[in-house]
């Protein structure tokens, strides 16, 4: 009965977060016995790097889910930075395109806030008509064919090494950082997770509701423009894919982290260091699925089933805790 009570007493996103840390654990052990050196330093920061661009594109996803929106355009946000980065970069210039893309990012996600916002259109709804824009947008002026590519210094930002540290995982780890500090230690950041937990209740409290919905839509889009400078710093050459429209890939598993995390749609609750495990997670299981051999389909399924599993944990731990 006294272990009830101690239970009880711990806050359910503790006992979440620490669902998550255990799952992972046991995900990196696995990895350990099926390879022996696959948690050795420099595989794992390998990993980090591949993965930073989907971190800091899901930081954009977690703070809009914590206001209790979604955005549908992340993913696009990121190839339309990429490939209008590499045409004005063109292998040369870099601050004025790279400063260029993050005001264009943010441009586009101040859009989608004064829609959702200011008119009153559902955020899916919003964003995904965004995410067709630009899907038609970049084809429009690239034929479907980007060209350009990426400055050296981009290049170096990105996949210059600091140590055995990638500087795109660095940029990563120092964003999620930011964040963190901004939604634990800000009244911003407190704001954000009131409306998402109630926003007529924040109203009632004098929260402009409608401002800082608009602004964390901003920041969304600026977030997705940087994670696409770093897709295109990491590739060199741009690169999307289209297939469902442009970026999809990165914005379905850019909500798949934020939920793995347990920033879940009721809004209010989580955090960008639950995403960061979230993304990390997603990252390691992938990489075993592979060493396995299964194809992408069977990679996909996986990842559902995760997700299932651990959002179910997270709502019945929710349950238990509240008789």
């Not at 829609?115 to 899916?124: D, R, S, T």
Request: with cysteine.
């Amino acid at each position: 009965m006294i272990g009830v009570e101690k239970f009880k007493q711990i806050s359910t996103d503790t006992l979440q977060f620490a669902t998550l840390v255990v799952i992972l654990a046991g995900l990196m052990g696995l990895g350990e016995a099926l390879a022996p050196g696959f948690l050795r330093p420099e595989h794992v920061f390998s990993i980090l790097e591949d993965l930073s661009m989907l971190g800091v594109v899901s930081i954009a996803q977690t703070l809009v889910i914590m206001s209790g929106g979604i955005d549908i355009s992340v993913g696009a946000i990121m190839y339309f930075s990429s490939s209008t980065a590499a045409i004005l970069m063109n292998g040369e210039r870099f601050y004025l395109p790279f400063f260029t893309c993050l005001i264009l990012g943010a441009a586009i996600g101040a859009i989608n806030g004064a829609g959702v916002a200011m008119l009153g259109i559902p955020p899916i709804v919003m964003t995904l008509a965004m995410m067709i824009i630009l899907t038609g947008v970049v084809f429009l002026y690239t034929g479907g064919t980007p060209g350009g590519e990426a400055a050296p210094l981009l290049r170096q930002m990105v996949v210059g090494k600091l140590g055995l540290i990638h500087g795109t995982t660095i940029i990563w780890i120092i964003v999620t950082i930011l964040f963190v500090i901004i939604l634990k230690k800000t009244t911003y950041g407190r704001k954000i997770q009131a409306i998402g937990s109630n926003p007529r209740a924040a109203y009632c409290s004098g929260i402009n509701v409608k401002w800082i919905t608009f602004t964390v839509y901003t920041l969304s889009g600026l977030l997705s423009a940087l994670a696409g400078l770093l897709l295109l710093g990491y590739m060199r050459i741009p690169y999307f894919f289209y297939k469902g429209g442009l970026g999809t890939e990165f914005m379905l598993k850019s909500i798949a982290a934020t939920v793995l995390g347990g920033t879940l749609f009721v809004g209010g609750k989580g955090g960008v260091e639950r995403t960061f495990v979230g993304v990390v997670l997603l990252g390691m299981l992938f990489s075993i699925l592979t060493m396995l051999g299964l194809p992408e389909v069977g990679k996909l399924i996986a990842q559902g089933v995760l997700i299932i599993s651990i959002v179910a944990i997270y709502l019945r731990t929710r349950i238990t805790q509240r008789r």
